[in-house]
């Protein structure tokens, strides 16, 4: 059984900081890509950063600048360092991962349960 379990969202003024966490946990060979994505009410999900195994990074035109993605390895973990915050940052932030499991299962997408963020305007 594999789970991605998130930590670290909250209410944040705008211009303030905050950083959340994602951990990877049981019976895992190896971990793909991981991505963090954001839904905001009304709206559908959206890719916020994304990482490789090798650490090459990609983001959103709307965060470019503003939020680094990081992960470590040896630890399972993902994080998003998010600073400059503003109102239009909030939503339920989802961590996201390709996850080989078992030989026989071939690589698999799993989510997390999300996180909330909230920049008050």
């Known amino acids: 059984q594999v789970q991605l379990v998130e930590s670290g969202g909250g209410l944040v003024q705008p211009g303030g900081s905050l950083r959340v966490s994602c951990a990877a946990s049981g019976r895992i060979l190896s971990i793909d890509v991981m991505g963090w994505y954001r839904q905001a009410p009304g709206k559908q999900r959206e890719l916020v950063a994304a990482?490789?195994?090798?650490?090459?990074?990609n983001y959103a035109d709307s965060v470019k600048g503003r939020f680094t993605i990081s992960r470590d390895n040896a630890k399972k973990t993902m994080y998003l360092q998010m600073n400059s915050l503003k109102p239009e940052d909030t939503a339920v932030y989802y961590c996201?991962?390709?996850?080989?499991?078992?030989?026989?299962?071939?690589?698999?997408?799993?989510w997390g349960q999300g996180t909330q963020v909230t920049v008050p305007s």
């Open positions: 990482i490789t195994r090798d650490g090459n990074t």
């Open positions: 996201n991962a390709v996850i080989l499991s078992t030989w026989s299962s071939g690589p698999r997408n799993y």
